[in-house]
């Protein structure tokens, strides 16, 4: 089971931020928080991960708050082409192997 | 191009029929995974390998169902004995070793079982 609890849906204006929350209140000290996405009909993507420290690359900023138990996902300048289901990602105690669990992830429209 | 590829992108059966796909990972990827994916679903786990070494195989993983790797680089995953609820999209995934343990992902194999 998926130990990421992320909204289903959410909407976002063209140009603006895109802010994607995901709480994991059962992080473990040493699990990483992974981002992927998938366009329509195509495999996941990955976007970013983090463990401790905010995190930014080309495509988002990874915001880990100081507990771990939330995250948001920012995409600053979201466009058209940012329309995809957004999935938050963490391994939990106990360790299970290396398989990620996807969840149902959020669903964000980005909106001309 | 030099990511993960699966082949084929499609595929059409009938009910009983066998199913074979491949997985061609990112080359220095050491480990390899499989994941089903039904509509409105995220990924789900099947099957993984390091090396040619298949070390965690999900409950999702029927006797119909077999991986192999042989030489630890491509992979196949076979569905014997098709079924109706086998229709989805089949994704493959590679990574290396290390902690962060990022995986990237092929486009996947779509199956449709008439």
């Known amino acids: 089971d998926a130990k990421t609890t992320q909204p289903t849906s959410m909407d976002c204006a063209e140009g603006r931020a895109a802010n994607l929350p995901c709480n994991h209140s059962?992080?473990?000290?040493?699990?990483?928080v992974y981002w992927y996405r998938q366009i329509h009909s195509q495999g996941p993507q990955y976007i970013i991960h983090?463990?401790?420290n905010n995190e930014t690359n080309e495509m988002a900023s990874l915001i880990i708050t100081e507990d771990r138990k939330s995250s948001t996902l920012i995409l600053p300048h979201a466009t058209l082409r940012d329309t995809a289901v957004y999935y938050c990602?963490?391994?939990?105690?106990?360790?299970?192997?290396?398989?990620?669990?996807f969840g149902t992830g959020t669903s964000l429209t980005v909106i001309p | 191009d030099t990511g993960v590829s699966q082949d084929p992108r499609h595929k059409i059966t009938k009910r009983g029929q066998n199913v074979t796909f491949r997985c061609d990972p990112i080359?220095?990827?050491?480990?390899l995974y499989w994941y089903r994916q039904t509509l409105g679903q995220g990924p789900e786990f099947l099957t993984y390998?390091?090396?040619?070494?298949?070390?965690?195989k999900s409950r999702l993983l029927s006797d119909r169902f077999s991986a192999e790797r042989p030489k630890g680089s491509f992979s196949t995953l076979e569905i014997q004995r098709t079924e109706q609820g086998d229709s989805a999209m089949y994704l493959c995934?590679?990574?290396?070793?290390?902690?962060?343990?990022?995986?990237?992902f092929g486009p996947g194999t779509r199956l449709l079982v008439l």
């Open positions: 059962t992080i473990s000290g040493n699990e990483y």
């Open positions: 080359s220095e990827h050491n480990r």
């Open positions: 390998f390091q090396n040619e070494a298949q070390l965690e």
């Open positions: 995934a590679s990574s290396s070793t290390g902690s962060r343990e990022t995986q990237y």
């Open positions: 983090g463990l401790k």
């Open positions: 990602i963490v391994r939990v105690s106990p360790y299970t192997g290396n398989q990620f669990y």
